[in-house]
């Protein structure tokens, strides 16, 4: 009998997150020669991204829709998942570590019994055991543990921009199972959900992020680091003391209470450095500081230093980064 592994897809803003293709990558890494890896669309009209999600190297396809799933409903997904699970009785489940996915993970595991790890960013299988070993960040960042399941079934989240994505075969198309809505009796309905205005690209998912900190004194400060956002198609974060300033909406919040990130390139723009926002994205690829203050300690982390004040820096980097752009176009 061939071994499943589910990797759950998600659907933002008419879209598939690009975290739908990365659990696939971790489900293939995880998995054994010959093991099967499909992919999980729950929600409403979402059977037309089967075809996308086989192009990036899905094996098989599940499909539940039915118009209670238009929204995210804790109840309504987790069952819909159950009925997945009963038809495709996989060995591992992979999720983004999403607001979606750290909500529905700890449901599927209760309902198997089986083991859970949360957030990882890699998997290896060990040589003495052959287990596959997790991968995840502890103390906000600062050490990293190895975990490994005993139980028969697991659940994993995974930590977006972590792993890569698969290769795209266009034209590559994979069998759609669709599974029956079980209607199971919700004890709360969402009838609309009511969603504040955004950047074009997912904070969460980002590969540039530009954010500020108390540093940028007002709301009007956020502009400077928007234009420089727009040039470089980034997202706009902030650390916890902007949003409690009133400076930003929570939305934008990294830290240890707010987001987690992990882009390729960060740009802190008037951020301390307090450990509860270094705890949100020590583990980006490239961090750069800029700050008046020489002692900041976010110069501890950075990989380059600004020492300035950001309302003359960020514009400079803004204008230079619109010429390179300009000229590499060119060429």
């Known amino acids: 009998m061939t071994t499943v592994y589910l990797a759950i897809a998600e659907v933002k803003g008419g879209a598939l997150r690009q975290v739908s293709f990365e659990v696939i990558t971790a489900a293939r890494q995880a998995s054994g020669e010959g093991s099967t890896v499909a992919s999980v669309l729950i929600g409403n009209d979402v059977s037309r991204f089967a075809n996308e999600l086989a192009a990036y190297g899905a094996d098989h396809v599940y499909v539940v829709e039915h118009d209670d ?3 995210y409903n804790a109840e309504a997904y987790d069952a819909s998942l159950q009925e997945v699970i009963q038809a495709a009785q996989p060995k591992a489940i992979f999720f983004g570590h999403t607001s979606i996915g750290k909500d ?27 287990s596959i070993l997790y991968t995840r960040p502890i103390y906000a960042g600062k050490a990293f543990e190895q975990r490994t399941f005993t139980s028969a079934q697991s659940v994993v989240t995974v930590r977006p921009n972590n792993f890569p994505l698969p290769s795209c075969e ?15 009796t919700l004890r709360t309905v969402i009838r ?12 969460s998912e980002a590969k540039i992020v530009i954010s500020g900190g108390r540093g940028i004194k007002s709301t009007a400060g956020f502009k ?15 650390s916890r003391g902007a949003c409690d ?9 990294i830290g240890q209470t707010g987001k987690v990130v992990t882009p390729e390139l960060y740009i802190a723009c008037g951020i301390s450095g307090a450990i509860q926002h270094v705890a949100g994205m020590s583990q980006s690829r490239v961090i750069i500081a800029i700050n008046k203050d020489p002692d900041a300690p976010i110069f501890q982390i950075a990989d380059y230093g600004i020492v300035g004040d950001l309302f003359e ?6 204008a230079q980064f619109k010429q390179q752009l300009k000229s590499g176009s060119a060429d």
């Open 192 to 203: 609309d959900v009511v969603t504040q205005a955004a950047g074009r690209v997912d904070l």
């Open 170 to 184: 266009a034209g590559r198309t994979a069998p759609v199972v669709n599974i029956a809505y079980p209607a199971p």
């Open 69 to 71: 799933l238009r929204h």
């Open 245 to 253: 300033a009133g400076y930003c909406d929570y939305a934008l919040q």
């Open 313 to 318: 820096v960020v514009p400079l980097l803004t």
């Open 104 to 130: 529905l993970a700890p449901l599927s595991a209760a309902s198997l019994q089986a083991g859970q790890i949360s957030d990882i960013i890699a998997l290896e299988t060990d040589a003495a055991s052959g």
């Open 224 to 238: 400077p680091l928007e234009e420089l956002a727009e040039v470089l198609n980034g997202a706009v974060g902030a």
